[in-house]
């Protein structure tokens, strides 16, 4: 089709003066765009295949690469943005559906940047984390109406919990969606860590089944990899209802990504698609999803939590509270700016409502209806930093899930680009080439350092609040103020404004 | 003593442990200087085919059958640091050490006519550079049994 | 435990340094004929070519002897073995005891019965001597042309060393190639091309039956009636094991001093390593001498050990060599041409570099190779013959330029780099 402009979206820039020719960028991009040219006895590139994921950059060992976006400019236009030109031109082209990966990128509102924290001073004085002790751990699950104790001294029926180190855990990303390579290294992190991460639909790889005691398994639409051993081989049992990045729709893995070990694992033949429906079959009310509930319950002899992740959207206090009603024991919300490998782009950037007031909504219902002791809080959607953390658990969550923070201290440089399956830093891809880019030792050491960091800082703001335990501020909201807010957020949120 | 080990598990391929072989035998000690100015072999063996690939360097054999074959006495083994050394005065480039590794491991300097490639470990450094500057850990330099 | 040995250069030096591996305190003896500090004797033909030095000669460092307790006795020959007394007698009359001997005494040149061949300027081309006084002979004399009689290792050495001095070089060669013993007719052909276009004149298939002349050669007749004007002579037609010492003893003689695989003889006590000695060829799998450097070595270490008290034993013995002329270099091991059945040779295209390479096979296993030109990472060839092991398997790899580790599966190839 003669209309379909040639026009890269990045331009690479090679300093000609530092370049050796060393051809790391060749061996480097999956995308073959670094090429050695014998006839100009140069390197060269072919700009229009870069997704700019900074392989290359990264790893020239003399700088000699810059990827800068193309500087040619539409004619200005507010309403009709070159994104939105370039969209309708490829669908021109293809008549197919644009397709994204990761979370949504667009300039919406994130409530999470308008929200402050609080500090003391001079009276209740803040507290200096590295002189005194600083309480970090969380436990998730339903808390009983009253406590008994037995004659050991230990407390007597306590439903399962989820012991966590730092009130942080792996968001769902299955193997298939993800590589075995980055499997294991959330899971390591999280074991050495003392923190949880979640298998998504994807099942247990043989070779995580070392890591049990830190694991999530998920139970979603398509029921890939569940079986008896699998649901016993976690810690808890999370059923997926929805995803932040694609509320309301399935998911769908190519069978070019369903090798050997991904078909094993998911119960299903090589090569063919792995397709999770938009609903689960049995689930078409709340006694529905209680069923489920029960059932996974009776499955782990009720020695198991069980979680229900739900996308945020209009109604998600109310469903939240049927949840509650149903038997979870946690509630995991998922924000429209959750990532995701693959999802159709009107949908997640379009579909959906922010993390922040939906988990201000819960809570608040939670509490009025007296159901907030018997589930614990999980919000997701877009944790990118500790004080967005600490800002979760003064809104009223119990927790958070992280997931492309976690890819990114794995060497993700969110191109998007995900559903190709030919990530670069060997974390979105099956191909064995790619894959092996990535060693579990050193990604697990990556993660854990960010968690790391993630908790001193958590303790230096809790400090600062005259805090010792995050304990203390969980649904505190006092703690918050907004700025640039409506009235509307503010009551919303539950917060005031700053200066009030 | 120690040695460098490759995990072919985790080799990208990228073949930056050549470069950093090249800039740390170079006199420059500068990557780009190294390469543009400089003509130096690298003293490390890259192996790489479809999917799989590994670096290799010279064992420093226990029982190292190129200081048995060298006819001039240019490669010897240093008992103490268990390092095969190599003295290019020496070798009048006979090449006989080339026959005698089985690991493949010393080549012909590409830019001398009568001297040898071959991994000397970065002595003076704290660690070989290949390993340091392996971006994927698939090289080690540790004791093995 | 006084330990002798009679020899030194690689067998006797791998022997000093095998018994002080094992034992730091017992005296060890060196006698040899020759008065230097042990020098390298394929250096040779690079000392007459002036592209090393005296000092550049020496095979180990100048204070080697004392830093391995070792008493010499250079410069004097051994003229009797009493292996009963265990008592050598030397030519200067002093008697030497022994607990433990190795002969290591190397080889001798061949030089067949050709009339006039003990003319003064003729010469045989092994020993630093020969050099010495071959390079006198173009220093001072008037040598323009010089006959090389065989175009083996000793004498392609010779002649490249004396045409970069400026002699013309004829060699005459009774066989049909340059090289017979370690090269197959094309590896043979390309090297004789590269040695001509060096200036370097052939007459093969064709032998000296006259030096011709007073007390010096000036002209050689050949068989075929050819008659070649000359300054100088070299015979280079081969090496035999100098087992003169020995042959009044017990000691057992095939072509060498026959050797068990702990380089023991019949004798107990009495040892052989290097070319003097049989040992057991690996790719042959029978008795052979195999009379080259390396394996002089190995066998003068293993002995050494094993004179000490170790029970070491050496079964790696074949021949192989790299040696290069004007720059083209080549490897070359074990059976090259092989005669009779059950063999499978593998050959390269010649390529426009003279690339070449070859490679032969017995039940699965490689039993020889060529690698000519491009001859990096040879010694994998080298390892596999050593380790017997099975390449049927990649026997389609083994030819490839990049032939390498990874034509293994990743189980065997962790297994042979210990990775």
Redesign the interface.
Known sequence: MGLDYNIPEFIIERDQDRCIDCQVCQHQCANQVHAYDQDLEKMVAQDIDCVNCHRCVTLCPTNALIIRENPSEYKKNKNWTGNMIENIQKQAATGGILLTGMGNPTAKKIYWDHILLNASQVTNPSIDPLREPMELKTFLGRKPDQIEFDDNGELKDLPPQLELDIPIMFGAMSFGSISINACKSLAKAASDLGLMYNTGEGGLHQDLYQYGQRTIVQVASGRFGVHNEYLNAGAAVEIKVGQGAKPGIGGHLPGEKVGAEVSKTRMIPKGSDALSPAPHHDIYSIEDLRQLIYALKEATDYKKPVSVKIAAVHNVAAIASGIASAGADIIAIDGYRGGTGAAPTMIRDNVGIPVELALAAVDDRLRQEGLRKNVSLVVSGSIRNSADIVKAVALGADAVYIASAALISLGCHMCQKCYTGKCNWGIATQRPELVKRLNPEVGAQRVKNLITGWSHEIKEILGGMGINALESLRGNRLMLRGIDLTEKELEILGIKHAGK | MKRVYAREEYCLGCKLCEVYCVTSHSKSKDIVKAHKLEEITPRIIIESKDNISFALQCRHCEAADCTKACITGAIQKDEETGIVNYDAVRCVGCWTCIMACSYGVIRRDEYGDKVISKCDLCITEEEPACVTNCPNSALEFEERE | MDYVIIGNSAAGI?AIEGIRKVDQEGKITVISDEEYHTY????IS?YLAE??SAE?M????ADFYQEYGVETRLGDRVVKVDQDDKLLALESGEEINFNKLLVATGGTPFIPPITGANKDNIYTFIKLDDSKAIAQEVEEGDIKEVVILGAGLIGLKAAEALVKLGVKVTVVELADRVLSAILDQDAAEIVQQNLEAKGIEFVLEDTIEEFSGTDRATAVKLKSGQQLKTDLAIIAVGVRPNTELVQDTEVELNRGVIVDDQLETNISGIYAAGDVSEGYDLVRGSAAVIPI??NA??QG?VAGQNMAGASESYNEGFV?????FF?L?M?T?GIINPEGDGYEVLSSKLLENNSYRKVVLQEGKIVGFIYLTD??????L???I??EQDVSQIKEELLAD?F???SFS?EE?RKL???
């Open positions: 791998g390298s004797r394929p250096l690079y592209q090393v550049q020496k095979y180990r460092g450097w390396p070595y190995r270490l192989r060599n790299s040696i290069g720059g270099p490897i091991a001859i990096d990472r040879a010694g994998i080298t390892g596999l050593k380790e990049d390498g580790y990874l990743e190839r780099l210990w990775l």
